[in-house]
C-alpha cells in the first residue's frame, strides 16, 4: 500500500529493505521493488451494486500482481485481474457470467524523491494483455499511464496520491470498437499503529473524458499486518459515493517478496 511501511521508525535501517506493497488501496505508491527481488501481490474482492431495482454482485479472485526489480529505479510489472464471477438479477431474470479477465504489462520508474516540500514521484504506464474470456476481455492492448506522488508527514504518517488516465476498447451499436478515455485520481493517508499494523483512509474514482457517462467517486479504508519481513496480510472496505460506482466491497488479500 502506498509507502506506509516505508514510514515505520526504524524501517530504513531494516535489511532487507521494507516491504511496500501497492494493495490493498488504489494508490500506487512510490516505490520500486529493489533490484534483484520479485514481489507478488494478490487478493479477492466482493462488490454489490443495487439501482433501479437491478441487483448486481461480484467475486474477483485473483488480482495478481507480479513486481520485479531489475534496476535501481525501475520495476517491471505484470498483472492479471483473475478469475470473476457475477450475479445480476432484475426483477424476475437471473443472468450468471463467469470467466477469466485480462492481464497487462507495465513499469513503474521512480522520477524523484522528497525533498523539503517536493513530494516523491513516481511514473506507471501499462497496456492490456487481451487474453480474457470473450465477454470480458477488451480484445484491444488499451494503455493506461499514473502520476503517483507521496509525503511523509512524520516517522508514523504518508499522504500519497495518484493522477492519471485510462483508455478502455468499447463496443458501440454497430459492434464497432472505439477507444476512449477517462482521467483517474486517488489521495490515500495512511497511519503506522505499530511496528506491523497501520491503516489508510482513501478516496478514488475516474472522470470520463470521451468515455460516456457520469464521474465514479468512492472512499474506502483498511489495514496492514506485516506478518514477516516478507509478507504482509491486508483487508480492506469502501463505499460507493456517486450513482457511478458500486455502493460497497469489502476484500483481503497476501503480498510476499522473494529473497528473503
Not at 524501517?11 to 521494507?18: D, K, N, R, Y
Not at 491486508?234 to 456517486?242: E, K, R
Not at 460506482?245 to 476484500?251: I, K, L, Q, R, S
Amino acid at each position: 500500500m502506498a509507502v506506509l511501511f516505508a514510514a515505520f521508525p526504524g524501517a530504513a535501517q531494516e535489511q532487507p529493505p521494507e516491504l511496500v506493497t501497492d494493495r490493498p488501496d488504489q494508490t500506487e505508491s512510490t516505490v520500486v521493488v529493489p533490484r534483484g527481488f520479485f514481489q507478488l501481490e494478490g487478493g479477492w474482492v466482493h462488490t454489490a451494486d443495487d439501482e433501479d431495482e437491478v441487483t448486481e454482485r461480484s467475486d474477483d479472485i485473483g488480482n495478481l500482481l507480479l513486481r520485479i526489480g531489475i534496476f535501481e529505479k525501475v520495476e517491471l510489472r505484470l498483472g492479471w485481474n483473475g478469475f470473476t464471477s457475477r450475479d445480476r438479477r432484475a426483477a424476475s431474470i437471473e443472468e450468471r457470467q463467469e470467466g477469466l479477465r485480462d492481464a497487462d504489462i507495465g513499469a513503474k520508474i521512480r522520477l524523484a524523491d522528497q525533498r523539503g516540500s517536493r513530494p516523491t514521484v513516481a511514473f506507471l504506464g501499462a497496456l492490456v494483455l487481451p487474453i480474457g474470456d470473450d465477454e470480458l476481455t477488451s480484445s484491444r492492448f488499451d494503455p493506461s499511464f499514473r502520476f503517483a506522488f507521496a509525503h511523509d508527514l512524520s516517522d508514523r504518517s504518508v499522504f500519497a496520491y495518484n493522477l492519471g488516465m485510462v483508455w478502455e476498447s468499447e463496443a458501440d451499436d454497430d459492434g464497432e470498437r472505439k477507444l476512449l478515455s477517462s482521467g483517474i485520481y486517488t489521495l490515500v493517508s495512511g497511519f503506522a499503529i505499530t511496528d506491523r499494523v497501520a491503516t489508510f483512509v482513501e478516496l478514488y474514482g475516474s472522470i470520463p473524458a470521451t468515455a460516456s457517462g457520469t464521474p465514479s467517486n468512492s472512499f474506502d479504508g483498511g489495514f496492514v499486518w506485516r506478518v514477516r519481513p516478507n509478507l504482509q496480510l491486508d483487508i480492506a472496505a469502501g463505499v460507493g459515493l456517486s450513482s457511478a460506482a458500486a455502493d460497497w466491497f469489502v476484500g483481503a488479500g497476501l503480498s510476499v517478496r522473494f529473497p528473503r
